[in-house]
């Protein structure tokens, strides 16, 4: 045979020049010409470019639309780093900036009186200098609640923007003069958005906004006056990285950076979801890639061991074999990953180029890390499934030239299975840059691998005992005899088909249950407009206002001011925490609130809900968390000057998503209810009912409106932004999935070859023998396909509850279209792979065997 006289070539040379490094690299070298051109390692090299190619075009698109989210979330800050201080910030700090290149502007924010005629009204001012801001746009109108446009310009001197609902409260209208200070000042526009405005809405008076250069003639600030500082900066992402971890190393006292968590919390959940799904895409490509990438070195190992055989009979030392068959496989994973890296990279930007209207983002240039990713997961992937198949060849016996036993695994191999599982769980954690995505996601397979096996065992165990049943069906006999009597091969095909298929469902399923299932967390209808500042006495009116104006859910809460000073009787403070949230939330007062019984749209996590006459509080369970209390714990709260204390009863999990009005606390109405209160609700205001608003401000000026249209449009955006990406990542991954079939099918070519030639002498036709190996892969691929919808399920159910944290509706399609992909991909998969299997002359692949 072939490999016989490659062999005696290869071993030709003295074995003192072959132990040599250099002649083991020539050994190298010719083995990987040899086999190249006799076709025995196109499998492997193919499952290895795409494998790599899969993985860096999903590596390099998501990075770049991951760093497009990150970029573009700086837009809802107005700058790529913005720095709070209590206090005028020191020189140094602007310097440096400028020293980095980067762009920069001042802000001054504080609460201040503002005059029309007989009428004040506490505001918010802020005042900025041109230029803000430096991200994303401000949004503004020429009327309340009119039609408003982004613009990039700040107001004119002599000038101010308000919020919509002060016109209101000071009986005013766009034109008038509104008295700052010692300043009068000319209500120029409306303003409908601002990006770096926090949803910590509650505590926020109406915006006036100014001009910086006006702020002297106010003579408002003053020694002692409560001035927010603040300074935004942006520019190259590497100046804006120096600059933030400079920022880090000098922050002094009352001097902090606002990120998108702190600043933003609901568009970080909306970029971490986002963050995992891409993730999660790269993740599946991986293990895709890694399922076609050991087929392919199972075959390599199975095609060899007649050569290797052959070898150790003419003298070659087993050493000698073990490194000249790691210098090709080294080889063969350097050049096919740089192979395929280069493929991904053409790959994705291609399709970036070709379908960048729908990416509708400017995205940035691609860095290194997807290249190194793809190059590391190509060697890794070989190596960890090339050393079991390298352990085999190296013991190969000498004998198996006269009997082709086959020995098994051996616990090298073990062990080179179990190196290439750890190397394998920790590129996943490495795609994942999350541990809990990757637990799940690993972990998941992995169970699934395990039951795949054991079922597929005992259905082939099953097959066994009916194929006798089968006398009088000789396809059906055929192909239920090579089911059972290729029993490894089979429950190999079975498990690798089902985990590929698992992967396909699975990013199917992201494309469509759990993508529509954060989208329902964002609903068409969502809440856009919250209503604050409700008077007791103004309740049933309000009410009745928004009914009659046709708003349908408009539930109205109670909100009380409160600090919690106390757990368990010791007084608490920011000194007693570590993490910056905790500190926040401790020097800050919480909004309370009260009620017979919990929100529709909390979650009971723990514990019972209070009683009405008890002294209890429900806390969300986040908060919880963070601020370390615990079931039966006794807070105190500081609520008007007085103190209460309250035992914690329950624990709730809120979903923020809603948009809908929670709490962090939520007290018995028996504390609450004579305690100084508003009311607050939220609703969803359609486009059709322009007016409601107006006229509900107008009779009630006190009411305060807070329009957050604006920022569900952005988390939307972001949203369909990933739509759009892990659908077009979709098309990447589908390529490994066809390899996987193509792998599986081919494992068994060379077995079946001979197995048809051996039937065709004892009489059977070449048409039985096509129907019972039609027959064959319809079985395989029907059982692959419903353990694959069985696993993408599970998985997806597990990703929902435990990673993205929302709730799927789980549907019937996953399994039909596991079951109809496994079968008609097994069948025209088989029919390509195994072509050529049955026009082979019996006579002469007999001859061959023997």
């Not at 695994?409 to 073990?414: C, D, I, M, Q």
């Not at 369970?621 to 914690?648: E, P």
Request: aromatic share 6%.
């Amino acid at each position: 045979m072939p490999e016989s006289s490659a062999a005696a070539r290869l071993t030709a040379a003295p074995p003192a020049a072959a132990r040599g490094l250099l002649h083991t690299w020539r050994l190298g070298v010719r083995a990987l010409l040899r086999d190249t051109r006799a076709g025995e390692l196109r499998l492997l090299v193919i499952a290895l470019i795409v494998a790599v190619a899969a993985v860096t075009s999903v590596g390099f698109l998501a990075d770049r639309v991951g760093r497009a989210l990150e970029r573009d979330a700086a837009q809802m800050l107005g700058a790529d780093v913005v720095l709070d201080a209590d206090a005028p910030l020191p020189p140094a700090f602007e310097q440096r900036a400028l020293q980095e290149g980067l762009r920069l502007v001042h802000t001054w924010q504080f609460p201040s009186m503002a005059g029309a005629g007989d009428n004040a009204q506490l505001v918010s001012l802020k005042a900025v200098e041109p230029g803000y801001p430096l991200r994303g746009s401000l949004r503004t109108a020429d009327a309340p609640f009119g039609a408003d446009a982004p613009t990039r310009d700040v107001p004119d001197r002599g000038t101010v923007w308000v919020d919509p609902q002060l016109l209101g409260m000071l009986n005013v209208a766009v034109g008038d003069m509104l008295t700052l200070g010692d300043a009068r000042f000319r209500i120029a526009r409306v303003v409908t958005y601002e990006p770096d405005r926090s949803l910590q809405f509650v505590n926020v008076s109406p915006r006036v906004m100014m001009r910086a250069d006006d702020l002297p003639a106010t003579h408002l600030i003053a020694p002692g006056s409560r001035i927010g500082y603040a300074l935004l900066a942006a520019g190259d992402p590497p100046a804006v990285a120096a600059y933030s971890a400079w920022l880090g190393e000098n922050l002094q006292r009352g001097q902090r950076i606002a990120t998108v968590e702190s600043g933003r919390p609901d568009v970080r959940r909306v970029l971490d979801r986002a963050q995992r799904f891409l993730s999660l895409v790269a993740l599946l490509a991986v293990l895709i890639s890694a399922v076609a990438v050991a087929m392919a070195a199972n075959r390599f190992m199975q095609r060899h061991r007649d050569g290797v055989a052959v070898m150790r009979c003419l003298g070659a030392p087993q050493s000698d074999i073990t490194r000249m068959l790691a210098v090709e496989f080294i080889l063969v994973g350097i050049l096919a990953s740089l192979a395929g890296g280069v493929a991904g990279y053409a790959v994705h930007e291609g399709l970036v180029r070709v379908l960048a209207s729908l990416i509708d983002t400017a995205l940035p240039a691609p860095s290194a890390l997807p290249a190194a990713q793809g190059l590391a997961t190509g060697l890794w992937l070989l190596l960890g499934f090339a050393l079991p198949a390298l352990e085999r060849l190296r013991h190969v016996p000498p004998a198996r030239v006269l009997r082709r036993d086959d020995t098994g695994l051996r616990a090298g191999s073990t062990l080179g299975y179990v190196v290439g599982a750890a190397g394998f769980a920790l590129l996943i954690w490495w795609f994942a840059g999350n541990a809990r995505l990757g637990a799940v996601v690993a972990g998941g397979f992995l169970a699934a691998f395990a039951a795949f096996a054991a079922l597929a065992g005992l259905c082939v165990a099953l097959l066994a005992r009916l194929r006798h049943a089968a006398a009088g069906l000789p396809a059906l006999r055929f192909a239920l005899a090579g089911v059972v009597r290729r029993r490894a091969a089979t429950i190999t095909q079975v498990c690798a088909l089902a985990i590929g298929l698992m992967a396909l469902l699975l990013l199917a399923m992201t494309r469509t249950d759990l993508i529509a299932g954060w989208q329902r967390t964002l609903p068409a209808d969502a809440p856009n407009r919250f209503l604050i500042n409700i008077q007791p006495d103004q309740r049933a009116a309000v009410a009745t206002r928004l009914a009659q104006g046709g708003i349908g859910q408009a539930d109205l809460h109670p909100m009380v001011r409160g600090r919690m000073v106390a757990i368990n009787g010791r007084a608490v403070s920011a000194a007693d925490y570590e993490d910056d949230r905790a500190k926040r939330l401790v020097d800050r007062e919480f909004n309370l609130s009260y009620g017979k019984q919990m929100p529709t749209y909390n979650r009971l996590a723990e514990g019972r809900w209070m009683a009405p006459v008890s002294r209890e509080v429900s806390m969300e369970s986040g908060i919880a968390r963070t601020l370390g209390v615990k079931m039966g714990d006794k807070l105190t709260f500081d609520i008007a000057g007085q103190t209460v204390d309250v035992d914690v009863t329950s624990l709730r999990a809120v979903d923020w998503d809603t948009m809908r009005v929670n709490f962090f606390a939520m007290l018995s109405p028996s504390v609450l209810a004579d305690a100084p209160q508003s009311w607050i609700t939220s609703f969803h205001l359609p486009d059709d009912k322009p007016r409601l608003l107006p006229d509900l401000v107008r009779d009630f000026p006190n009411l305060t409106v807070f329009d957050v249209g604006a920022i569900l449009k952005q988390l939307q955006a972001v949203l369909d932004q990933v739509v759009q990406a892990v659908q077009l990542l979709f098309v990447f991954t589908l390529a490994a999935g066809v390899l996987v079939l193509a792998a599986a099918l081919t494992a068994t070519r060379d077995e079946r070859v001979r197995e048809a030639a051996v039937l065709r002498a004892l009489g059977a036709t070449r048409r039985q023998l096509a129907r019972a190996q039609r027959l064959e892969l319809l079985a395989v691929g029907g059982l692959a396909g419903l353990l694959g919808a069985a696993g993408a399920a599970a998985v997806a159910w597990a990703l929902s509850r435990y990673v993205f944290d929302f709730h799927i509706t789980l549907s019937l399609w996953p399994w039909l279209a596991g079951l109809a992909a496994g079968m008609l991909g097994a069948w025209g998969g088989g029919a390509l792979a195994l072509r050529g299997v049955l026009r082979t002359p019996p006579l002469v692949i007999l001859r061959e065997a023997l």
